[in-house]
């Protein structure tokens, strides 16, 4: 079966921290980019952050600096490192293979995206 899997959202306190986990079976993020996603409800998807195969990473607006993301061999998992968590944070993270190998400035643009996971929820509490 092919997916792409999340792991690692929950319930955490205002500046908190929270590690997600993004790993996939049946396809490889080998020369892939990888980006993670997060839709709030009743708001449109957004871009957080994408790591090149190469390395290079990009983030949304204000995130950088809290957020980090990474990747870890030899399976290629992808983590997302948050800190200093708000409740503006509070969303369903989304985990999603690029279809190049960059990220490059467009790299918030959904289509640049072909297999998603399902979705973690984070939350938090103020």
């Known amino acids: 079966q092919v997916q792409v899997m999340e792991s690692g959202g929950g319930l955490v306190q205002a500046g908190g921290s929270l590690r997600l986990s993004c790993t996939a079976s049946?396809?490889?993020?080998?020369?892939?980019?990888v980006g993670w996603f997060r839709q709030a409800p009743g708001k449109e998807r957004e871009g957080v952050s994408c790591?090149?195969?190469?390395?290079?990473?990009y983030y949304g607006d204000s995130l950088q600096g809290r957020f980090i993301i990474s990747r870890a061999l030899p399976n290629h998992a992808v983590h997302l490192q948050m800190t200093t968590l708000k409740p503006e944070d509070t969303a369903t993270y989304y985990c999603d293979r690029a279809l190049h190998v960059r990220c490059s400035d467009s790299w918030s643009q959904p289509n640049r995206y072909d297999y998603w996971g399902q979705g973690t929820q984070v939350t938090v509490s103020s």
């Open positions: 049946g396809l490889t993020f080998d020369s892939h980019a």
């Open positions: 790591i090149s195969w190469t390395g290079p990473t």
